[in-house]
């Protein structure tokens, strides 16, 4: 292991050869080959590393100024907002961080869907990004219960209800996660444990996410293997540096959010103490649940409303075997690229229909974006992967990237490389 | 108790499941307004802010508390602290218990919040027609719109808003009526059909009732607001339970601005506005080094992503 290891450092010599933490650091972050043609697409992995440390540090943070109790909790974190030093500061970067994670994830996952990244031999991959993708949405519920506003309540009461829709014990379900008979200071309680420790979960998830990536290394936008070490570079420095760029240009966008529209991204009765008494006219989750929350509402049964929207993410466990093309990148496909495109625009609309009301136009287009979502899985994904001609594939990634003309390869590349 | 998680239950999912029932109480939409905090650079005026907490503590806080405001908070406003001590003297509030185990009244110190005008929820309902008046500490951001609507709600009374809203409001309700007339028509002709088809063989079947035309919105009065509830242009439903609170020289301000109504409204919301955010200037300057910073440093790691990069390619 430790021949890779150039150092003249005893002490790190010392330690390397009893534990092999600077070879295993080494070799995961600064030799670790890298295809050379990874576009800035490929940021948003270790963009949403970035997030996911921010949210922990200032969780952390907040964590030591909350209060838990339905009594205190609104209270505590205007106390936060007010008095704690610095304190609006992190509260607000925890707030619109959340939501710029889930930019983060959502851009990452598109981009897997667009290269093919899920395919053999990365299906495990795809799916550990699936299983955090899950528990980020579990996390980010949570944590929005916790201000103890009235979207809060609301919000907690709607979602915690859909388990009511499982026959025969959803009833007693509700009642178990509740801790009681409504969502109440138990509930309240509960919620911040779980929301403190799946956060370290994640971690765990994505430790293993790292180490199914190294297995077999990075997919590219051309989705063809790497050919030997001319199709690759070492992470560190060309890596390092092209991921540090995106962290600026991310913090940058995510700044104009955080200190000039900091509410942007929030709903205004989250700042209404919670009151059970009383009902929001409008029950609204945060923007990133807004498509699944479409996919829930367009169904006119409640349990199979449920179903459909956890079927909405769990479809995504098997797409590695829904979609049949042998050939990754949607470069390569003429067709699959269309049914991209409008797969994404279909999210878009589901998350438009989500903050509608469920009535006339809204939920019309909602019934058939949500069953356009299941079709473009189900349906079109397998039927492209028999009918669909793919473009003939570089013979590897030096060559179209490398030389302006010369091989057969590269020329028939050439033209595709505008799309 | 089964049966309340069962109704509990259904009535979240109804929530849920069936929100935009609640949509039938629009009102219009605040025109937004062009505020000293407005845009990037804004800041708070710290003059405008004392008038406005004058026009809280000598009208508003006969029935809203700020729960959330200390009286050591009003420093952003600019007084020094004589002057915090002399308007926090001006206030009893309940401390104790002593070391004989007594509550008694004290002055307010810096430390006190701003007390509330009622002794709890209950009281304060009981004396406003059964809704207690919110808590204004946070209302500029509680509700859309923000000070653009709390300025607007406060100058949407029927006496001073114009004709032309009025108008608007008239126009979309009666467009409103016409449509739900028609609807109901529409099911009464159907239900008619029906009656006609089984009063041929049971003559006691009762004829179904004609809906009654509502006839277009005029006037206010054809509104239908309830009597205890004002008309105003932006509250949802246009009836609020709050009478017009301020109108012309109400207040007589200390810097002998002049209390128009919109002075009045402008600078109470600007205060409610500090108060719902009072760290909002110290953001925004922190915001503005900090982009200025990100700008070049994310820069430089650009020339450095190019440098180190030529050779690939």
Request: with cysteine.
């Amino acid at each position: 292991m430790s021949e890779h290891l150039k150092t003249n450092n005893a002490l790190i010599k010392w330690i390397d050869h009893r534990l092999p933490v600077f070879s295993m650091m080494n070799e995961t972050m600064i030799d670790y080959p890298a295809p050379k043609n990874l576009n800035y697409w490929w940021n948003f992995g270790s963009l949403a590393g970035f997030a996911l440390v921010v949210m922990i540090v200032t969780g952390i943070v907040l964590a030591m100024q909350y209060t838990a109790h339905v009594d205190y909790a609104f209270n505590s974190v205007e106390r936060i907002m007010r008095d704690v030093n610095g304190g609006w500061l992190i509260r607000y970067i925890h707030m619109n961080m959340a939501s710029f994670f889930f930019i983060v994830v959502f851009i990452h996952m598109f981009r897997g869907l667009y290269y093919g990244s899920y395919k053999a031999p990365r299906e495990i991959l795809w799916m550990l990004g699936v299983v955090i993708l899950l528990l980020m949405m579990a996390t980010a519920f949570m944590g929005y219960v916790l201000p103890w506003g009235q979207m809060s309540f609301w919000g907690a009461t709607v979602i915690t209800n859909l388990f009511s829709a499982i026959p025969v014990f959803g009833e007693a379900i509700v009642v178990w996660l509740w801790g009681g008979f409504s969502v109440d200071n138990p509930t309240l309680n509960r919620f911040f444990a779980l929301h403190y420790l799946l956060p370290f979960v994640i971690v765990g998830v994505v430790v293993v996410h790292l180490w199914a990536l190294h297995r077999f290394g990075s997919n590219n936008p051309l989705g063809i293997e790497a050919n030997g070490q001319q199709d690759k570079i070492p992470f560190h420095p060309y890596y390092t540096v092209k991921d540090a760029f995106g962290v600026g240009v991310f913090l940058l966008a995510f700044s104009g959010f955080l200190f000039f529209a900091p509410n942007f991204l929030g709903h205004p009765d989250n700042y209404i103490p919670a009151n059970p008494l009383v009902t929001p006219a409008h029950i609204v989750p945060e923007w990133y649940f807004l498509p699944f929350y479409a996919i829930l509402r367009s169904i006119p049964d409640k349990l199979l409303g449920v179903v459909a929207m956890f079927a909405s993410i769990g479809i995504l466990f098997i797409l590695p075997w829904l979609d049949r093309s042998p050939v990754r990148s949607a470069k390569f496909r003429p067709v699959y690229k269309w049914f991209f495109w409008l797969f994404f625009a279909n999210c878009i609309l589901l998350g438009w229909v989500g903050q509608e009301a469920a009535e006339g136009l809204p939920l019309i287009l909602g019934r058939l974006a949500t069953a356009w979502y299941f079709i473009h899985f189900l349906v079109v994904l397998p039927l492209l992967g028999v009918m669909e001609r793919p473009k003939p594939l570089p013979v590897s990634i030096s060559e179209p990237v490398l030389s302006g003309g010369g091989g057969l390869a590269a020329a028939a590349a050439k033209p595709m490389e505008k799309a | 108790m089964k049966k309340f998680v069962l109704t509990a239950a259904a009535a979240a999912v109804t929530l849920g499941l069936g929100i935009g029932a609640a949509s039938a109480a629009e009102a219009l939409k605040a025109p937004s307004k062009t505020w000293s905090f407005s845009g990037v650079f804004g800041t708070y005026d710290q003059a405008q802010l004392q008038r406005g907490y004058q026009v809280y503590k000598q009208v508003c806080s006969s029935c809203h508390g700020m729960d959330l405001i200390a009286f050591r908070n009003l420093a952003d406003l600019g007084y020094n602290e004589d002057e915090l001590k002399a308007i926090a003297a001006e206030y009893e509030v309940t401390d104790g218990p002593d070391e004989f185990g007594d509550m008694f009244d004290r002055p307010a110190r810096l430390s006190d919040y701003f007390p509330s005008p009622f002794a709890n929820a209950q009281a304060a309902a009981a004396a406003n027609g059964g809704a207690a008046p919110p808590d204004l500490s946070l209302v500029a951001k509680a509700r859309v719109g923000g000070p653009d609507y709390l300025y607007a709600l406060l100058t949407g009374y029927e006496d001073d808003v114009s004709e032309e809203v009025l108008q608007q409001i008239f126009e979309t309700e009666t467009h409103k009526r016409e449509v739900q007339y028609a609807a109901a028509m529409e099911a009464y002709e159907v239900r008619l059909a029906k009656y006609q088809e089984k009063v041929k063989t049971d003559p006691t079947a009762k004829e179904p009732a004609m809906p009654e035309d509502p006839g277009p919105v005029e006037s206010v009065e054809d509104l239908g607001l309830p009597d205890t509830a004002s008309f105003n242009a932006y509250f949802p439903g246009y009836g609020i339970a709050m009478a017009p609170p301020l109108s012309e020289d109400i207040v007589e301000y200390a810097d002998g601005t002049p209390a128009t109504l919109s002075n009045l409204s402008a600078d109470v919301s600007a205060f409610m506005m500090w108060a719902a955010e009072p760290t909002m200037d110290q953001r925004k300057q922190m915001g503005i080094k900090v982009i200025l910073f990100l700008l070049v440093f994310t820069g430089i790691l650009y020339a450095a992503k190019r440098k180190c990069w030529a050779d690939v390619h």
